[in-house]
């Protein structure tokens, strides 16, 4: 089955500055990749996503690239805020089939 | 929000005992997942269903049944808990055809002691 690595488990950065987390993935059938924001006792809710014919994708301050030669994928935070701080977690999935995800990282952005 | 509920919310449950969680949706949709989180773990896949009567292992299944009667309900059963299967159970959906993300339930806490 797929294996999805996630790094860093935690990250700190000051408000403003930017925050990457990148995971790696092994099938390379694998053509769906959905990043999930999860806030203390809620839900993982997705924030953003991307497909494997897409390179790159941004929505306002969050952006997701996909290498698939490299078969990994990261997700970018610019100018982060305190509400930023969550614990993320990135996902493989083949079309219509299981979503692997990887084991999380927790953010913290310092005011 | 996609319509998903599980129940119950929270569940305390001793040793040796049968636990079934329930997940229930109005999405209509074909694919549905049960999850455990853990610390350090992230989200494993235990049982999934694509359809009615169609289920599948996850990567975590040892100590778990699922059944699926109906299209909206998805029911995970712990024949006999045990202290590790202390968790947080999350059940999702997804819509198979479209490849679209899945929608999370709220989380079941279950302590078993």
């Known amino acids: 089955g797929e294996n999805v690595e996630q790094h860093p488990s935690t990250l700190s950065v000051q408000e403003g500055d930017s925050a990457v987390i990148k995971c790696t993935y092994s099938?390379?059938?694998?053509?769906?990749f959905p990043w999930y924001k999860q806030e203390l006792g809620k839900r993982p809710q997705l924030i953003i996503d991307?497909?494997?014919?897409?390179g790159e994708k941004k929505d306002q301050r969050i952006a997701v690239t996909l290498n698939k030669t490299a078969k990994h994928f990261s997700l970018h935070i610019t100018e982060t805020q305190p509400e930023d701080s969550a614990v993320y977690f990135c996902?493989?999935?083949?079309?219509?089939?299981?979503?692997?995800f990887g084991t999380g990282t927790s953010l913290t952005v310092i005011p | 929000d996609a319509g998903i509920t599980q129940s119950p919310r929270h569940k305390v449950t001793e040793t040796g005992t049968p636990v079934t969680l329930r997940c229930h949706q109005t999405?209509?949709?074909?694919?549905m997942y049960w999850y455990r989180q853990d610390p350090g773990h992230g989200l494993r896949l235990i049982h999934y269903s694509y359809g009615v009567k169609d289920t599948d292992k996850g990567e975590v299944s040892d100590g778990y049944s699922v059944s699926r009667s109906k299209t909206e309900d998805f029911l995970l059963t712990l024949e006999s808990a045990t202290s590790s299967q202390t968790s947080v159970y999350f059940c999702?959906?997804?819509?198979?055809?479209?490849?679209?993300?899945?929608?999370f339930g709220q989380g079941t806490r279950l302590t078993v002691v």
């Open positions: 099938d390379s059938a694998s053509n769906y």
């Open positions: 999702a959906i997804g819509q198979a055809t479209s490849g679209t993300e899945a929608f």
């Open positions: 991307i497909r494997s014919n897409v």
């Open positions: 996902a493989a999935s083949i079309t219509g089939n299981q979503f692997y």
């Open positions: 999405e209509n949709h074909r694919y």
